[in-house]
């Protein structure tokens, strides 16, 4: 997931049981020691999601990690601040909403109207010059 982000908010998705990673573009920072900090905005419980596989670009500004919420829920969703510790401005101040896994197969679509079959065809076209 590439997102290009630089001092706004943000919705991301994290997916329960699935691999979450995250790119975005941010502003210019000298360290490279990153924390998320989330917010349960249900119980405005504050905790520290865990990182891993951090990297930032310097020359291309952007940061990419991997995160995991311990005892993430279906359904909650976090305020969530990317801070660096060579700087006193967060990279990332949004939110996180949490969702089942996506792993399973579409269902298959019925419609409504039972009345009209769509048939198969043959693309044919006629061409009027």
């Known amino acids: 997931m590439l997102l290009l982000l630089y001092k706004s908010q943000i919705m991301l998705s994290y997916f ?3 691999s979450n990673d995250y790119t975005f573009r941010t502003q210019i920072t000298a360290s490279n020691q990153f924390t998320m900090s ?3 905005m249900t119980t405005l419980e504050t905790f520290t999601g ?5 990297s930032y ?4 500004s952007y940061v990419s990690f991997s995160l995991n919420i311990s005892g ?6 976090y305020r969530a601040t ?3 510790s060579g700087s006193a401005l967060p990279l990332f101040n ?3 909403q949490v969702y089942a896994s996506q792993s399973l197969d579409k269902s298959v679509y019925e419609n409504q109207n039972k009345g009209y079959i769509s048939h198969q065809s043959p693309n044919s076209y006629i061409i009027i010059k």
């Not at 670009?57 to 291309?60: D, G, S, V």
């Open 82 to 84: 990317l801070l660096n």
């Open 38 to 40: 989330l917010q349960d």
């Open 16 to 18: 329960i049981s699935q």
């Open 72 to 77: 993430a829920i279906v359904g909650q969703e």
């Open 57 to 60: 670009e310097p020359y291309e």
């Open 94 to 96: 949004g939110s996180i």
């Open 50 to 54: 865990s990182i891993t596989s951090m």
